[in-house]
C-alpha cells in the first residue's frame, strides 16, 4: 500500500483501471441487442407452439432443430465461443498489422473447413443420427417421428456451418469493440421464422404428426425456412466485417503459432463439449420415452428459462472477454479481479430476482405464451411446471455459465472442464431417478441441481486463482440482493392474490392484464429497495472518508492497484 496522496500517474492509472462508463454503455448496447432478439426469440416460440402444438409431430421439429446445435458444438462451438476472442486478442498483441491478420486467417480457414466438411458427412448420417436421439421412443408413433426427424435434419443441418460463420464474424466484432449489431442480428432470424410458422399454421390448423408426414409441402417450408432465416443473421455481420480493418483470407498455415495455441487449449474445450452433449443426449433421451410433447414442453421451458441469462449475463461476458483477455496477456492481476468482480455482482443483481419472478409467474405466464392455436392448455401447463423447476437454479446457471467462461478465457480450460464434469455428471445421474419419479419436472429439477452445485465450486476455484486476500465481490452488497429480492417477492405475492380475487378465472386478455401488473409491480418494489440501499451506501462512504491510498473503486467495489506481472500457470 502506497503512503500519501495518490500521484497523477497514480490517479491515471485508477482511471484507465476503473474504465466504468465505457463497460456500461457496451454492456446496455449488448443487453439491448439480446433483449430484442430474446423478445423476439420468445415470439418465435409462440408462434412455433402455435403452428406445431405440443405433441409427437413438434417433438420431431424440436429434435431435428436441436440436433444441429449440438453437432456444431461438437465440431467447433465450443471452442469458438470460449476461445475465439482471446485467440484473435493476442494475435492482434503480439503480431501487430498483416501477421496479426495472417494469423486470424488461418484459425478461419480451418475453421471453415471443418464445417464445410462436416455438414457433407452429416447429411449422409442424418437417418442414424436420429435413431440414436429416439432409440428409447418405443411408443406407436416412433417410426413416424423418426421419418419426419430425418426429413427436416436434412434441411437442418447447413445450420452447422452457419452457427460456425455468425460466430465468426461476432468474435471478430467484439475485439474491435462492437457489441451491439451481433446481439441484434437473431431478430432478422426470429422475425423470418416467425413467417414461416405462421404461413403453417395457416396452411391448416391440423399439425400433427400424421399431417405432417403426409404433406411435403408444409415440411419443406418448415425445413427450408428455419434455415433460410439462419442464412440472412449470418449476411446482417458482412458490412460490419468489412470495415472492422481486419481482412480476412483463405490461408491455409495449421502450422501458425495462432493455430498451434488455439489446438493446445481446445484439447480440454472439447472435452467440455463432450461432457455438455452426453448430457443433453441423456436427457433427450428420458424425455422422448416420456408421453407425447415431452421433448417440446422442455425445449419451450428452457427456452423462457434461459431469458435472464441472455439478457444480462451474456451481455456481461461479451463485453468482459476481450478485456479479460487484454488484462491476461498484459499481466494485470487485479485488473482481472476488478473485472471478474463487477460482472458476477451485475450477474448476481438481475438473475437472483429474475429467478423468483419466474417461480411465481411460471405458470400463467407460460399459459399466457403458449395456450393458443395447436397448443392446449394441458400442454402449456407441462411447459409452466417445468419453468417452475428450471427457475429454481437460474442464480446457479447464470453464475456458473459467467465463472467459467473466465476460466475459459484466461486459458485455465482444465479447471473448467473439471467444473463441467461435475455439472453433467450430477446432471446425469439426478435426471435418471427424478425423472422416473416426477417425469418432465425432474429433468429441469435435475438441471437446477447440477447448476447450482457447480456454481459454488467455480466461486471457491476462481477466488483461489485471482482472490489475493480481497473478495471477489462484496458479500454485503449480496445480501442487500437477497432483501430487495425478498420485498419484491412479497409486492408480487400480494398483488398476484388481489387481482385474482378481482379478475377470477381470466382468460387472455385479463391474464396478459394480470402478469404485466405483477412485473411492474416486482420491478417497482426491487429497484426501489435497490435505490434506498444504494443511497445508504453512498452517505457511508461519504462519512468514511474515501478509499485508501492504493485502492480504486469499480463497481462499487475496491481493488488494490497492481503493476504488471506474471501470472502463475493455470491449468
Not at 474504465?19 to 430474446?38: D, F, K, V
Not at 467462461?405 to 446432471?427: D, H, I, K, P
Not at 417477492?489 to 380475487?501: E, Q
Amino acid at each position: 500500500m502506497h503512503n500519501g496522496p495518490p500521484s497523477p500517474q497514480q490517479r491515471r492509472r485508477r482511471r484507465a483501471l476503473a474504465e466504468g462508463p465505457s463497460w456500461q454503455r457496451s454492456t446496455a448496447g449488448a443487453a439491448l441487442g439480446t433483449l430484442g432478439s430474446r423478445i423476439t426469440g420468445i415470439a418465435r416460440l409462440v408462434a412455433l407452439a402455435y403452428a406445431l402444438g405440443v405433441n409427437a409431430g413438434a417433438d420431431a421439429y424440436n429434435l431435428a432443430n436441436t440436433a444441429p446445435n449440438i453437432l456444431y458444438d461438437i465440431m467447433l462451438g465450443g471452442i469458438a465461443s470460449s476461445l475465439f476472442v482471446p485467440a484473435f486478442v493476442e494475435a492482434i498483441a503480439r503480431q501487430p498489422g498483416r501477421r496479426s491478420e495472417r494469423s486470424i486467417s488461418a484459425i478461419v480457414t480451418l475453421s471453415t473447413i471443418i464445417l464445410i466438411g462436416s455438414c457433407i458427412a452429416f447429411e449422409f448420417l442424418a437417418p442414424g443420427i436420429i435413431r440414436l436421439y429416439t432409440v428409447l421412443n418405443h411408443t406407436s408413433n416412433a417410426v413416424r417421428e423418426r421419418q419426419l426427424a430425418t426429413e427436416l435434419l436434412r434441411f437442418f443441418i447447413p445450420q452447422v456451418a452457419l452457427y460456425g460463420f455468425f460466430a465468426i464474424g461476432e468474435a471478430i466484432l467484439n475485439v474491435r469493440g462492437k457489441f451491439s449489431l451481433p446481439a441484434f442480428a437473431p431478430v432478422v432470424n426470429n422475425v423470418l421464422s416467425i413467417g414461416v410458422f405462421l404461413a403453417v399454421a395457416a396452411i391448416s390448423r391440423e399439425q400433427g404428426l400424421s399431417y405432417l408426414v403426409h404433406h411435403q409441402v408444409v415440411v419443406w417450408i418448415l425445413g427450408a425456412g428455419t434455415t433460410g432465416a439462419l442464412v440472412l443473421q449470418v449476411i446482417v455481420l458482412l458490412p460490419a466485417l468489412r470495415r472492422s480493418g481486419i481482412r480476412i483470407r483463405a490461408v491455409w498455415a495449421p502450422l501458425d503459432p495462432g493455430v498451434r495455441r488455439l489446438a493446445r487449449l481446445s484439447s480440454w474445450v472439447v472435452g467440455i463439449v463432450i461432457t455438455n452433449q452426453v448430457a443433453l443426449f441423456v436427457v433427450l433421451l428420458l424425455a422422448d420415452r416420456l408421453p407425447g410433447g415431452a421433448v417440446s414442453a422442455y425445449t419451450y421451458a428452457y427456452t423462457v428459462f434461459q431469458l435472464p441469462y441472455a439478457i444480462v449475463t451474456f451481455s456481461v461476458i461479451s463485453v468482459a472477454t476481450p478485456a479479460i483477455a487484454a488484462a491476461w496477456t498484459a499481466g494485470r492481476p487485479a485488473r482481472l479481479r476488478m473485472l471478474t468482480g463487477r460482472g458476477a455482482l451485475a450477474v448476481i443483481a438481475f438473475v437472483v430476482p429474475a429467478a423468483v419472478g419466474m417461480l411465481l409467474l411460471a405458470g400463467p405466464g407460460m399459459n399466457l405464451l403458449l395456450a393458443h392455436g395447436a397448443t392446449t392448455l394441458e400442454g402449456a401447463n407441462r411447459a409452466g411446471s417445468a419453468l417452475s423447476l428450471f427457475a429454481i437454479g437460474l442464480p446457479g446457471f447464470c453464475i456458473y455459465l459467467y465463472l467459467v467462461r473466465f476460466l475459459q478465457t484466461v486459458g485455465a480450460t482444465r479447471s473448467a472442464f473439471y467444473l463441467y464434469l461435475l455439472e453433467n455428471g450430477l446432471n446425469i445421474a439426478l435426471a435418471v431417478p427424478l425423472s422416473m419419479a416426477l417425469g418432465l419436472g425432474g429433468l429441469a429439477l435435475a438441471l437446477s441441481c447440477s447448476y447450482s452445485v457447480a456454481a459454488v465450486a467455480g466461486f471457491i476455484v476462481l477466488a483461489r486463482r485471482v482472490g489475493s486476500g480481497h473478495p471477489l465481490i462484496p458479500w454485503r452488497r449480496v445480501r442487500h440482493v437477497a432483501l430487495a429480492t425478498a420485498i419484491m417477492a412479497a409486492c408480487v405475492v400480494l398483488t398476484d392474490r388481489l387481482l385474482r380475487l378481482v379478475i377470477g378465472r381470466p382468460v387472455t386478455w385479463e391474464l396478459l392484464a394480470r402478469v404485466l401488473v405483477d412485473i411492474a409491480v416486482g420491478v417497482i418494489a426491487y429497484l426501489g429497495t435497490a435505490v434506498i440501499a444504494s443511497a445508504r451506501r453512498k452517505r457511508r462512504r461519504r462519512g468514511q472518508g474515501g478509499l485508501a491510498p492504493g485502492y480504486v473503486r469499480a463497481g462499487g467495489i475496491s481493488y488494490p492497484l497492481d503493476t504488471p506481472s506474471r501470472f502463475p500457470g493455470w491449468k
